[in-house]
Antibody
């Protein structure tokens, strides 16, 4: 069974940093692009970042460019999102998702709250 | 950036009824459109990809149609577990991938 389990969320002050992790199992992690998608409280879905199988290509939504970094460790079957210079508008549940032209499946998400 | 507009925002129907949800793109996305279902407190789940293909394990009462700028998700006969929020998403012109704002399907 394919499983994605996020961790690392929490409360952080504006301007602070946080690193999210996503542990993958049940599939050959190194064969897939991976993604982060977020959802602000009570709002819709917003794609955040994608990373190629070997980590050589990365793409970001404009609102996080220069502040967030997506990475992966194929030996550990893990995906990461380093989030710096956090803002109140980054408050959201962050989901990792396997990407094979579509986002499928998704993890259960981890909540990031940016507040003083 | 391609904008996806879903309608209606809320749809109130009874179990057993037919549901028709719409997604309109600001420019052609060919058939590069998907539908996701999200229940309260849960992650989204892929229902339909490439406009009309059901994802693994999705019941046959769910169907997708359309191409270009106009797409439809149809649920032929609503089951109690189908009441949720539905999102469309395009991958024709990325980055960024974009989602519609969602349609809430509620019990009447």
């Amino acid at each position: 069974e394919v499983q994605l389990v996020e961790s690392g969320g929490g409360l952080v002050q504006p301007g602070g940093s946080l690193r999210l992790s996503c542990a993958a199992s049940g599939f050959t992690f190194s064969s897939y692009w991976m993604s982060w998608v977020r959802q602000a409280p009570g709002k819709g879905l917003e794609w955040v970042a994608n990373i190629k199988q070997d980590g050589s290509d990365k793409y970001y939504v404009d609102s996080v460019k220069g502040r967030f970094t997506i990475s992966r460790d194929n030996a550990k079957n893990s995906l990461y999102l380093q989030m710096n210079s956090l803002r109140a508008e980054d408050t959201a549940v962050y989901y990792c998702a396997r990407y094979w032209n579509w986002f499928d499946p998704w993890g259960q998400g981890t909540l990031v709250t940016v507040s003083s | 950036e391609i904008v996806l507009t879903q309608s209606p925002a809320t749809l109130s129907l009874s179990p057993g009824e037919r549901a028709t949800l719409s997604c309109r793109a600001s420019q052609s996305v060919s058939s590069y459109l998907a539908w996701y279902q999200q229940k309260p407190g849960q992650a989204p789940r892929l229902l339909i990809f490439d406009a009309s293909n059901r994802a693994t394990g999705i019941p046959a009462r769910f169907s997708g149609s359309g191409s270009g700028t106009d797409f439809t998700l149809t649920i032929s006969s609503l089951e109690p577990e189908d009441f949720a929020v539905y999102y469309c998403q395009q991958r024709s012109n990325w980055p960024p991938y974009t989602f519609g704002q969602g349609t809430k399907l509620e019990i009447k």
